[in-house]
């Protein structure tokens, strides 16, 4: 497998990312590879990113969409270049949403003429796909339960409610569609318990390191 192969996590909010992101990068740690944790929006490799992340995410910036977006987008040129700089030192750089949550959100926080124009024809030109999507789906009813659970003050995001997040949900499955040739794409059951969406990500992880896989023969062409 190529060094720095690119791994983003992606899915709706509640979907247990977070929580199977830390899972991925301590398996492959613990199998003595090099893996960089990083997330597309507020890199924390990236000091000014963070503090982006916090300005447009906080309700009172009460920013319009196509500013978040293109501040979002700013964040993506930055990461690139990072990634650029960094990537030969590492095997895995996994990254807590990217390109697939700019083109499912983007479509409902300012609308679908606007991710085409900023991310379809332009974005796309400037920085690169990822390696591998791992997309986690999860029914309404489960998200919404993770997400009060956690008990956390919501973005401005987030508080955009239920109905916003399953309109998401279908742009996320439109655009996998639409990539299911250029990326490796690969689902987890995120309503899973715990333990069954670590034996999702515990295959995953046989993919990404056994020589002469799926995923080898897709990244390697």
């Given at each position: 497998m190529k060094k720095g192969l690119k791994v983003e996590i992606e899915g709706t909010d509640g979907a247990g990312k977070t929580t199977a992101l830390k899972y991925l990068i301590q398996q492959l740690r613990e199998r003595g590879l090099e893996v960089l944790e990083t997330r597309e929006v507020g890199n924390p490799n990236i000091p000014v990113c963070g503090g982006l992340r916090e300005l447009v995410l906080s309700p009172e910036s009460d920013l319009s969409g196509a500013a978040m977006e293109l501040i979002f987008s700013a964040m993506r040129i930055e990461n690139e270049r990072f990634y650029k700089s960094v990537g030969d030192r590492y095997d895995f750089i996994v990254s807590d949403r990217g390109w697939f949550s700019h083109l499912a959100y983007t479509d409902h926080n300012v609308s679908k003429s606007f991710t085409r124009d900023l991310y379809l024809n332009f974005m796309d030109k400037y920085t690169s796909m990822p390696d591998v999507v791992v997309y986690f789906s999860v029914n309404t009813e489960t998200a919404l339960k993770r997400r009060v659970k956690r008990g956390e003050t919501m973005d401005v995001i987030e508080m955009k409610g239920v109905e916003y997040q399953e309109l998401v949900r279908e742009s996320f499955d439109k655009y996998l569609n639409k990539y299911e040739n250029d990326v490796f794409i690969y689902v987890v059951d995120?309503?899973?318990?715990?333990?069954?969406?670590?034996?999702?990500?515990?295959?995953?992880?046989?993919?990404?390191?056994?020589?002469g896989s799926s995923i080898e023969k897709q990244v390697n062409g």
């Amino acid at each position: 497998m190529k060094k720095g192969l690119k791994v983003e996590i992606e899915g709706t909010d509640g979907a247990g990312k977070t929580t199977a992101l830390k899972y991925l990068i301590q398996q492959l740690r613990e199998r003595g590879l090099e893996v960089l944790e990083t997330r597309e929006v507020g890199n924390p490799n990236i000091p000014v990113c963070g503090g982006l992340r916090e300005l447009v995410l906080s309700p009172e910036s009460d920013l319009s969409g196509a500013a978040m977006e293109l501040i979002f987008s700013a964040m993506r040129i930055e990461n690139e270049r990072f990634y650029k700089s960094v990537g030969d030192r590492y095997d895995f750089i996994v990254s807590d949403r990217g390109w697939f949550s700019h083109l499912a959100y983007t479509d409902h926080n300012v609308s679908k003429s606007f991710t085409r124009d900023l991310y379809l024809n332009f974005m796309d030109k400037y920085t690169s796909m990822p390696d591998v999507v791992v997309y986690f789906s999860v029914n309404t009813e489960t998200a919404l339960k993770r997400r009060v659970k956690r008990g956390e003050t919501m973005d401005v995001i987030e508080m955009k409610g239920v109905e916003y997040q399953e309109l998401v949900r279908e742009s996320f499955d439109k655009y996998l569609n639409k990539y299911e040739n250029d990326v490796f794409i690969y689902v987890v059951d995120a309503n899973a318990s715990i333990e069954g969406v670590r034996v999702q990500i515990n295959t995953l992880i046989s993919l990404l390191v056994t020589p002469g896989s799926s995923i080898e023969k897709q990244v390697n062409g």
